[in-house]
């Protein structure tokens, strides 16, 4: 049964203020939560595209939302090509758009999936079972050098090179194939004092391959420039994100594409011209509350930015 919770729901969909008539996209649909109140709010003709790269997702978002009948479009794709996908099926503009990025606890919560540090389970994490790299893969093939980048880059692993090291002298006797046993391997990486303090010593380490395996800082990119070609003046971009990484990526496109000069520095009156593609809802993010937080404890590191389309350079 695909269970999740949608974070900042009330939030997430008040700023793309949905109404009749209206076109919306949900590049991230999961089990369709936030997708079933944009369609609340846009009833009775409001429309939504909901894309997920999950099949498991895509059929239980499918019959949630079912009693919305035609109004509802489901496509399984990765909301880094969400421009295509939306023009393919006819909508050349849309007035909103959401992506809820990274992990969905559905993920976390089948086993076998391979997301989890504390269920052994294959190596796998891949969000689309179709797709072809595997953390098993990465582990047992991709070079210590390589391993210690990403374990520092999208883990923010104090221990990286340690861990990558680990791996090495472990694969060179037997693959690696289970999570119990790449956990066992950062146990005895970390140093014990380490390893008594904060989070699961391997919590940094498997989202850093979660993210290597679905190139997800990349494909976060891509859609959120995708997403911005997509929407109308005045359509808004909703982006709930779940750690630093992500939210960088997005609090630093929104600020390019929201500057009013790109004179360059020094320049004593601004001739550029420029106009921004974006206007900010508001400079700081969005946070759930401690209410939400209690009653879904992986709410607790969301954060969401929410910006709203200009008519910019005859676009």
Known sequence: MFHHEP??????VEALAPRSGGVYVDGTLGGGGHAEEILRRSSPDGRLVGIDQDESALAAAAARLAPFGGRVTVVKGNFRRIGLIVRELGFDRVDGILFDVGMSS?????????????????????????????AREIVN???EEELTRI?????????????????????SRKPIETTGELVEIILDAVPAPARRRGPHPA?????????AVNDELE????????????????GRLAVITFHSLEDRIVKRIFQEESRTCVCPPGTPVCA?????????????????????????????????RVAERTEANGE
């Open 151 to 171: 374990f520092r880059e999208y883990g923010e692993e104090r221990w990286a090179a340690r861990i990558a090291a680990g791996i090495v002298r472990r694969r």
């Open 272 to 304: 550029c011209g420029y106009r921004p593609r974006l206007r900010l809802f508001r400079r700081k993010p969005i946070e759930p509350g401690q209410e939400e937080i209690e009653r879904n404890p992986r709410s607790r590191s969301a954060k969401l």
């Open 141 to 143: 093939g991709w070079a």
């Open 106 to 134: 559905v993920h976390v919560d089948e086993a076998e999936r391979g997301f989890s540090y504390r269920r052994d389970a294959p190596l796998d994490m891949r969000m689309d079972r179709s797709a072809a790299l595997t």
């Open 219 to 234: 494909a976060l990119k891509e859609g959120v420039y995708g997403a911005i070609g997509l929407l109308k003046p005045g």
């Open 7 to 12: 974070v900042l729901l009330r939030e997430a």
């Open 203 to 211: 919590r940094r380490t498997f989202q850093a391959l979660r993210i």
